[in-house]
Protein backbone atom coordinates (compact mmCIF):
# COMPACT_ATOMS: atom_id res chain seq x y z
CA UNK A 1 0.00 0.00 0.00
CA UNK A 2 0.96 3.13 -0.96
CA UNK A 3 0.65 6.90 1.01
CA UNK A 4 0.47 10.14 -0.20
CA UNK A 5 0.53 12.61 3.28
CA UNK A 6 0.09 16.35 2.52
CA UNK A 7 0.46 19.14 4.81
CA UNK A 8 1.21 22.68 4.68
CA UNK A 9 -1.79 24.53 3.36
CA UNK A 10 -4.09 26.90 4.75
CA UNK A 11 -4.90 30.35 4.86
CA UNK A 12 -2.64 33.42 3.90
CA UNK A 13 -3.24 37.38 2.50
CA UNK A 14 -2.30 38.38 -1.22
CA UNK A 15 1.22 38.58 -0.82
CA UNK A 16 2.26 36.12 1.64
CA UNK A 17 3.84 32.75 1.39
CA UNK A 18 3.38 29.00 1.98
CA UNK A 19 5.34 25.53 1.73
CA UNK A 20 3.40 22.51 0.98
CA UNK A 21 5.36 18.82 1.47
CA UNK A 22 4.06 15.96 0.41
CA UNK A 23 5.63 12.41 1.91
CA UNK A 24 5.56 9.28 0.13
CA UNK A 25 5.86 5.64 1.97
CA UNK A 26 4.47 2.22 1.70
CA UNK A 27 5.72 -0.31 -0.53
CA UNK A 28 7.51 1.50 -2.47
CA UNK A 29 10.58 0.63 -5.46
CA UNK A 30 11.14 3.82 -6.77
CA UNK A 31 9.48 6.78 -8.18
CA UNK A 32 9.41 8.79 -11.62
CA UNK A 33 8.12 11.83 -10.99
CA UNK A 34 6.34 13.62 -8.48
CA UNK A 35 4.33 16.35 -8.56
CA UNK A 36 1.49 19.12 -7.42
CA UNK A 37 -2.01 19.34 -8.95
CA UNK A 38 -4.70 21.80 -7.83
CA UNK A 39 -8.57 22.02 -8.19
CA UNK A 40 -11.52 24.46 -7.48
CA UNK A 41 -15.09 23.62 -7.49
CA UNK A 42 -16.45 23.47 -11.43
CA UNK A 43 -12.92 23.21 -12.61
CA UNK A 44 -10.60 20.35 -14.02
CA UNK A 45 -7.44 19.78 -11.97
CA UNK A 46 -4.18 21.63 -13.65
CA UNK A 47 -1.07 20.80 -12.87
CA UNK A 48 1.01 23.07 -11.16
CA UNK A 49 4.56 21.30 -10.90
CA UNK A 50 6.06 18.36 -11.21
CA UNK A 51 9.54 16.53 -10.56
CA UNK A 52 11.40 13.98 -12.13
CA UNK A 53 13.96 11.45 -10.28
CA UNK A 54 16.36 13.12 -12.54
CA UNK A 55 15.24 16.97 -11.47
CA UNK A 56 13.89 17.76 -14.54
CA UNK A 57 11.02 20.61 -13.67
CA UNK A 58 7.57 21.41 -15.28
CA UNK A 59 5.59 24.30 -14.42
CA UNK A 60 1.89 25.34 -14.79
CA UNK A 61 1.76 28.33 -17.15
CA UNK A 62 0.24 30.29 -14.15
CA UNK A 63 2.98 29.92 -12.22
CA UNK A 64 5.18 33.07 -13.92
CA UNK A 65 7.98 32.20 -11.54
CA UNK A 66 6.18 32.97 -8.37
CA UNK A 67 6.39 28.65 -7.04
CA UNK A 68 9.22 26.34 -6.67
CA UNK A 69 9.29 22.40 -6.56
CA UNK A 70 11.95 20.25 -4.79
CA UNK A 71 12.12 16.57 -3.59
CA UNK A 72 14.43 15.16 -1.11
CA UNK A 73 15.99 11.78 -1.36
CA UNK A 74 13.15 10.48 1.34
CA UNK A 75 10.50 10.50 -1.07
CA UNK A 76 8.89 13.93 -0.40
CA UNK A 77 8.40 16.72 -2.14
CA UNK A 78 7.72 20.50 -1.46
CA UNK A 79 5.94 23.73 -2.90
CA UNK A 80 7.40 26.77 -2.25
CA UNK A 81 4.89 29.19 -2.91
CA UNK A 82 5.55 32.95 -2.82
CA UNK A 83 3.61 36.46 -4.20
CA UNK A 84 0.24 34.73 -3.36
CA UNK A 85 -3.08 35.85 -5.07
CA UNK A 86 -6.16 35.13 -3.86
CA UNK A 87 -6.50 33.04 -7.47
CA UNK A 88 -4.28 30.75 -5.97
CA UNK A 89 -7.01 29.75 -3.74
CA UNK A 90 -7.34 25.83 -4.46
CA UNK A 91 -7.44 21.96 -3.31
CA UNK A 92 -3.96 21.15 -3.75
CA UNK A 93 -3.15 17.79 -3.81
CA UNK A 94 0.27 15.75 -4.18
CA UNK A 95 0.37 12.84 -7.28
CA UNK A 96 3.54 10.35 -7.81
CA UNK A 97 4.12 8.21 -10.44
CA UNK A 98 5.72 5.49 -9.22
CA UNK A 99 6.65 1.55 -9.16
CA UNK A 100 5.51 -0.47 -6.16
CA UNK A 101 7.84 -3.67 -7.50
CA UNK A 102 10.67 -3.35 -9.90
CA UNK A 103 8.28 -5.54 -12.50
CA UNK A 104 5.71 -3.59 -12.29
CA UNK A 105 4.55 -0.68 -14.95
CA UNK A 106 4.62 3.15 -12.98
CA UNK A 107 1.01 3.88 -11.59
CA UNK A 108 -0.37 7.00 -10.37
CA UNK A 109 -1.14 7.76 -6.80
CA UNK A 110 -2.96 10.75 -4.95
CA UNK A 111 -2.98 12.23 -1.99
CA UNK A 112 -6.15 13.71 0.03
CA UNK A 113 -5.65 17.10 -0.75
CA UNK A 114 -4.93 20.25 1.30
CA UNK A 115 -6.56 23.38 1.07
CA UNK A 116 -4.99 27.00 0.07
CA UNK A 117 -6.77 29.83 0.72
CA UNK A 118 -5.40 32.93 -0.35
CA UNK A 119 -7.77 35.65 0.96
CA UNK A 120 -7.38 39.58 2.94
Known amino acids: QVQLVESGGGLVQPGGSLRLSCAASGSIFSINVMGWYRQVPGKERELVAA??????VNYGDFVKGRFTISRDAKNTVYLQMNSLKPEDTAVYFC???????????????WGQGTQVTVSS
Open 51 to 56: ITSGGS
Open 95 to 109: QAQLRRESYLVPDHY
